[in-house]
């Protein structure tokens, strides 16, 4: 059974870095999620794929941020000039695309910006 | 925009023992999906149980089951029989059915410790 995976575990950048970030979902699962956790806080939505299309992305992805799904399948998040605010947990999940199902998370990539 | 509140940022429990997790939400929508998250020290989110709104009867899991008083948009978690393994990060969260937003909507979380 493969869950989502990601990729790497745990990063850390020096400020003004790029940094670039990998997800992989459950294999059919055509909807794929990007979300940010901060310590003691629940996860903050990031932006969300249906197949290959970004559908909807928050205001909290500033323009710093890019995110991509090609053909469908894995999803890459690239975070340029990084910031210590970028400090986080990156969470990615995944989920069938009928209404109120469960998504299903990765064990996310904790980001170090020094 | 839909916001999720628990007010409890610590909870704990004795193990065997029963404790219930508090949520309320804030929401203009009449369908919709409210889930409740665990998150472990591992801090990989496992999904615990899941309640559609247009459900009368509260969802339950094994030991855990909701109360879901949806006038009063509240929507508890209760675990019984309290094990070590329950201790962790929970969150509840929301997640439209009828609007153009996909996403869940996390609150801020309950850290439950299972005492010996």
């Known amino acids: 059974d493969t869950g989502v995976s990601q990729n790497p575990r745990h990063k850390i950048t020096k400020r003004g870095q790029n940094v670039t970030f990998r997800c992989d979902p459950i294999?059919?699962?055509?909807?794929l999620y990007w979300y940010r956790q901060t310590l003691g806080q629940g996860p903050e939505f990031l932006t969300y794929?249906?197949?290959?299309?970004?559908?909807?992305k928050s205001r909290l992805l500033s323009d710093r941020f890019s995110a991509e799904r090609p053909k469908g399948s894995f999803s890459t998040l690239e975070i340029q000039r990084t910031e210590q605010g970028d400090s986080a947990m990156y969470l990615c999940?995944?989920?069938?695309?009928?209404?109120?199902?469960?998504?299903?998370f990765g064990p996310g990539t904790r980001l170090t910006v020094t | 925009a839909q916001t999720v509140t628990q007010s409890q940022p610590e909870m704990s429990v004795q193990e065997a023992e029963t404790v219930t997790l508090s949520c309320t939400y804030d929401?203009?929508?009449?369908?919709?999906?409210l889930f409740w998250y665990k998150q472990p020290p591992s801090r990989q989110m496992i999904l615990v149980i899941r309640?559609?709104?247009?459900?009368?009867q509260n969802a339950t899991e094994n030991r855990f089951s909701v109360n879901f008083q949806k006038a009063a948009k509240s929507f508890s978690l209760k675990i019984s029989d309290s094990q070590l393994g329950d201790a962790a990060m929970y969150f509840c969260?929301?997640?439209?059915?009828?609007?153009?937003?996909?996403?869940?909507?996390f609150g801020s979380g309950t850290q439950l410790t299972v005492l010996p």
């Open positions: 999940a995944s989920s069938l695309s009928s209404a109120g199902r469960e998504q299903y």
């Open positions: 294999s059919e699962h055509n909807r």
């Open positions: 794929f249906q197949n290959e299309a970004q559908l909807e």
């Open positions: 929401t203009s929508e009449s369908d919709y999906y």
């Open positions: 309640q559609e709104a247009y459900k009368q």
């Open positions: 969260a929301y997640f439209s059915s009828s609007g153009s937003a996909r996403q869940l909507t």
